[in-house]
């Protein structure tokens, strides 16, 4: 492989071999895999404690107000919110099952 890569190119510099090797072993590819599982379970955190939040807020507003119609748009408020932390902590549990799938964990056998 790098016999070959000399062949094709008069000047080889040793950053040429680096690359080729890294291709070669797919490391590049998993950093890349591995770097985009961490942003995306970072950002599935941050907006689940930012909705936690804002759930905890409307919550203490409900409670606190004696208006009917307040209260009631605020409990619809509040059950949006709730089916919003379900799909956030669904996709949290994905991105869970693909990391277990990619470590060698995981072993899905398909039916023929």
Same mark, same amino acid.
């Given at each position: 492989m790098i016999i070959e890569l000399m062949k094709k190119k008069a000047q080889i510099q040793i950053a040429d071999i680096q690359k080729? &090797? &890294?291709q070669k072993s797919? %490391?590049? @590819?998993?950093? +890349? !895999? &591995?770097q985009n599982h %961490? !942003?995306?379970q970072s $950002? $599935? *955190?941050k907006v689940y404690? &930012? *909705? #936690? @939040? #804002?759930?905890t807020e409307i919550r203490k507003t409900? =409670? =606190? $107000?004696g208006n009917s119609n307040e209260k009631y748009a605020l409990g619809k408020a509040i059950q949006e919110i709730d089916d919003l932390? @379900? %799909?956030v902590k669904l996709q949290s549990d994905v991105i869970d099952i693909a990391k277990i799938y990619y +470590?060698?964990?995981?072993d899905i056998e398909t039916e023929e």
């Open positions: 080729l &090797l &890294l797919g %490391f590049d @590819r998993f950093s +890349e !895999v &591995l %961490f !942003v995306q $950002t $599935t *955190i404690s &930012l *909705i #936690l @939040r #804002l759930s409900a =409670n =606190n $107000t932390i @379900r %799909f +470590e060698g964990q995981l």
